[in-house]
């Protein structure tokens, strides 16, 4: 410390103009602290640079790096209700009204309209074929072409004729889809021991196929008939992989449409609608994991 005895020493200690000293220190002793922690704040910046630079290196634009869902996809289905609890009155609009909005919304994505574009639309056939590969997903050819997916396939459920898609004759059509999943590659069954019987007529090549039953015992028999429409009746390979948003923008996922054509009324029917492939596993855990399971109540006589 100087002295501060004298008048204005703290004056001097700050800038002692005789030995040309800042704070008791000299220029040169100043600009080595400088230079210091200018090289050492570099270095700091340097190595977070370059953590980062490393880390994006990794990451690819197209392929998500960390995919925790990557082989079981999820199955959803439109229309979607509470505790999938579906009750109405083919006599009484209001109350399908909910489920047959639901179902123009879903599928006015799938309008003719949105598929004109020949530069970014193709077709890919109205029978189950092999995959249609656009490349790799890292190939520099950008956006990739989408499959069309007309909705006149799914005949009386497609909403064009039937704008009420079968609620009003108490005939509800129900329409399923795969979630997406990029770069996955669905595997048709290739062996008929893990179906069940009644859907072994459905399992054809190129195809995930698609079945629906009741759920409980005590239901057996009251069902009736399910019709089932789309691609092959089920979920068509041609239409995988899907390459991500970034460069499959217009991708639409195949669809099939069920129509429960004769429920039994007035009685709480629980069916279970599940896909099979080599690559297509279930939990416990995650109840839409390649099957789903309604509820339908159809009232009136
Ligand atoms: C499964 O069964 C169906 C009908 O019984 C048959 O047409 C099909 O060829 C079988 N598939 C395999 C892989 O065994
Ligand atoms: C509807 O199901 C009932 C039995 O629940 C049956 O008697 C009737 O024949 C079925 N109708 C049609 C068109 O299949």
Known sequence: MPANKEDGGWKKFFWNSETRELLGRTGGSWFKIFIFYLVFYGCLAGIFIGTIQALLLTISNYKPTWQDRVAPPGLSHTPRSEKSEMAFDPRDPETYLPYTKALKNFMSKYDEEGQKDQMK??????????????????????????????????????????????????????????????????????????????????????????????????????????????????FPLQYYPYYGKLLHPQYLQPLVALQFTNLTRNMELRIECKVFGDNIDYSEKDRYQGRFDIKFQVNGL
């Open 121 to 234: 639309f193709e077709d890919c056939g109205e029978h189950p074929a092999e995959y249609k590969n656009r490349g790799d997903l890292e190939m520099d050819v950008g956006v990739r072409k989408a499959c069309r997916f007309p909705r006149t396939l799914l005949g009386p459920c497609s909403g064009l004729e039937d704008t009420e898609f079968g609620f009003k004759e108490g005939k509800p059509c129900v329409i399923v889809k795969l979630n997406r999943i990029v770069n996955f590659f669905p595997r048709a069954p290739s062996t008929n021991d893990s179906i069940p019987e009644e859907a072994q007529p459905k399992v054809q090549p190129n195809l995930i196929p698609i079945y629906c039953t009741n759920k409980r015992e005590e239901d057996a028999g009251k069902i009736g008939e399910i019709k089932y429409y789309g691609i092959g009746e089920g």
